[in-house]
């Protein structure tokens, strides 16, 4: 990850590779929206903006000459749209466009940035912007990895705040959640022949070894604990594959936390749908399909460096859903943790199987509020496209992860789960079947089905099958691949959850 700094200096003096600024979109063209830069050179941008094709859109970023009185080698213009009514620009607004402008300057060893700060919420957003930006994932490239691939070294925040002690500690919690999303990035973009169940498992210890003494336990339960802890839904799923289910359960404990909450995460490191299988098509994205995991992972660590007054555990449901000679099938009546009993109708309604379990599992341990996180339907992208996740539940906490998503900068929407679904639910032979023969509202089905499993537990589901995964091109700060979706919002509801 990026170095990122502070500096109150005249933006115009750095020595860097690269000077960032801000163009808006204006009535009369474009504005450049910097301090301290020459008035001539800020004149002449102004008046070649048109000719160049530069718009100051968002996600816009153009490279320009630095000019005399710049000591950059080059000036970077980054677009952030039009300003707001009251003449300010919003925090993504400002965390897209420092992230763009990053993340379009890979292969360059310094950078400034010098957007419009009118408060520490505006130093925020731009370094975790910037942070966000800064991401590369190259594991797999042999030789040296193009200059133009490796992210930006050093980052330097040109504001008027960079003394001030609130701006400093927001720095390092941006720091702290770009470390998180980046490392849950990691995990959705490794492949699926070393991410497996308990490869993951062993990732998850690493990781909170590498923590050193910040008060998270770890357990891992392997395939015969599932199967004699009555684990039915991971131990079915996972039946099928050469390479057997896990659980893992990571625990972070203050002294006198102010409220426990438990997450939930869907591990499945890959989905070929087992018997009913997935169209070839459909699986090269399903190495995503442990995106809920790895969100859950990252945020209980990001929560444990920040300390937190809240106790959170995590619960990663790991498995892998293969067709093999072992495989669940079609017409299985499998029995979930606590007795419930589930005939399946698609093995490719896996996801909510394995987290039957984890959610039982957390009730039983007795949270105040349970949240859960999954690349769960194919619905939800119908339903919400590839940008903007699901969030459904108790009423009280799916709006309050709503509000946690909107204060993080993450696109979720409150969805409904009509009464009538449950209908859909319903067995000849079991207490409840998997998959409604009915695809229409499928992630609502979903969620109905989830809640069959946390009794009267507040609770939260937050279905990111879409976004989870970045098929097509790059923008603003969010990469192609992972794009470790959740964790900003999870981690800001756990703060709030602190007050």
């Keep these: 990850m990026a170095d990122l700094t502070l500096s109150s200096k005249n933006p115009s003096s750095l020595k860097v590779d690269a000077l960032v600024v801000g163009t808006c979109s204006t009535s009369d063209g474009v504005a450049v929206v910097a301090d301290q830069l ?12 048109p000719r160049l094709g530069v718009s100051g859109s968002k996600d ?20 952030l749209g039009e300003r707001d009514a009251d003449g300010t620009f919003g925090a993504e607004t400002l965390r897209r466009a420092a992230g763009a402008a990053v993340r379009e300057l890979a292969g ?34 042999t030789g040296e990895v193009p200059a133009k691939q490796a992210p930006v070294g050093s980052v330097e925040l040109v504001t008027p705040f960079a003394r001030s ?17 980046n490392g849950a990035r990691d995990l959705v973009n490794t492949p699926p022949n070393d991410l497996f169940p308990a490869a993951f498992a062993d990732a998850a210890k690493a990781a909170v070894k590498e923590l050193g003494a910040k008060g998270v336990k770890v357990t891992v339960l392997d395939e015969k604990q599932l199967a004699a802890g009555g684990y039915g839904g991971i131990a079915a799923v996972g039946q099928g594959s050469a390479r057997p289910p896990r659980l893992v359960k990571l625990s972070y404990t203050p002294s006198k936390p102010a409220r426990k909450v438990a997450l939930v995460g869907k591990g499945i490191t890959f989905d070929t749908g087992g018997i009913s299988l997935k169209p070839p098509t459909g699986m090269p994205a399903m190495t995503s399909d442990m995106a809920g995991a790895a969100a859950v992972l990252h945020t209980v660590l990001a929560a444990a460096r920040l300390g937190l007054p809240v106790a959170v555990t995590g619960y990663l449901c790991l498995a892998e859903n293969m067709p ?5 099938r079609p017409g299985d009546v499998i029995t979930i943790r606590g007795g419930k009993t589930v005939e399946v109708t698609n093995t490719d309604a896996e996801g909510r199987l394995v987290m039957a379990d984890g959610l039982v599992s957390a009730v039983e341990d007795g949270h105040d509020v349970v949240l859960d996180i999954a690349t769960l339907t194919g619905a939800q992208v119908i339903a919400l496209g590839n940008r903007v996740s699901g969030v459904l539940g108790t009423d009280e906490v799916r709006d309050a992860v709503k509000d946690a998503a909107d204060a993080a900068g993450e696109s979720f929407w409150a969805m409904p789960m009509p009464e009538e679904l449950k209908a859909g639910l319903k067995s000849k032979v079991a207490d409840m079947v998997n998959s409604a023969s009915d695809r229409a509202g499928g992630m609502l089905f979903a969620a109905v089905f989830l809640k069959e499993f946390v009794g009267s537990t507040p609770w939260a589901h937050l279905d990111i099958a879409g976004p989870a995964y970045n098929e097509k091109g790059a923008f603003g700060y969010t990469p192609t691949g992972g794009t470790g979706v959740g964790v900003r919002t999870l981690l800001t509801y756990l703060e709030t959850q602190a007050r």
């Design 38 to 49: 020459p008035a001539e050179l800020v004149r002449q941008i102004e008046t070649l903006a």
């Design 108 to 141: 360059t060893t310094s950078v400034a940035l010098a957007l419009p700060t009118a408060d520490e919420e505006a130093v925020a957003a731009v370094a975790e912007g910037a942070l966000l930006g800064a991401y590369s994932y190259t594991r797999y490239r």
């Design 165 to 181: 002690a609130t701006a400093k500690a927001a720095v390092d919690r941006a720091q702290v959640l770009a470390a998180a999303v």
């Design 60 to 79: 816009e970023v153009r490279r320009f000459p630095a000019g005399d009185g710049v000591k950059a080698d080059v000036l970077v213009l980054t677009g």
């Design 324 to 328: 093999g000679g072992n495989a669940q």
